[in-house]
Nanobody, 129 residues
Framework: QVQLVESGGGLVQAGGSLRVSCAASGRTFSSYAMGWFRQAPGKEREFVAAISRSGGNTYYADSVKGRFTISRDNAKNTVYLQMNSLKPEDTAVYYC??????????????????????WGQGTQVTVSS
């Protein structure tokens, strides 16, 4: 089992940048594919970005492609989401999620919330216009 703790959220002006982090407990972080999701008030949780256990494969929602970058540092048990050129519509609570994978799936990335077993508590990102 893994516990996830997000940090780095805050208030930023449109056009600005922010990096959110997700620290994972346990020794097997490199066994997990990771994802970022977000949920705005009154809306359903939506996929943002995903990264394979190896870090060698990434996948993005069309709405953030070219602006957001997901990365991971397995030595630090941490996954990051660098967000640039932020827009007011990026305002949401951002959640990280983990899915255990096997060595036969080193490049697997997952975009459905149902694919993930573990979730963090979320961090608020607010983009002002």
């Amino acid at each position: 089992q893994v516990q996830l703790v997000e940090s780095g959220g805050g208030l930023v002006q449109a056009g600005g940048s922010l990096r959110v982090s997700c620290a994972a407990s346990g020794r097997t972080f490199s066994s997990y594919a990771m994802g970022w999701f977000r949920q705005a008030p009154g809306k359903e949780r939506e996929f943002v970005a995903a990264i394979s256990r190896s870090g060698g494969n990434t996948y993005y929602a069309d709405s953030v492609k070219g602006r957001f970058t997901i990365s991971r540092d397995n030595a630090k048990n941490t996954v990051y989401l660098q967000m640039n050129s932020l827009k007011p519509e990026d305002t949401a609570v951002y959640y990280c999620a983990a899915r255990v994978t096997t060595t036969t799936q080193p490049m697997g990335v997952y975009r459905l919330a149902a694919d993930y077993y573990y979730w963090g508590q979320g961090t608020q990102v607010t983009v002002s216009s």
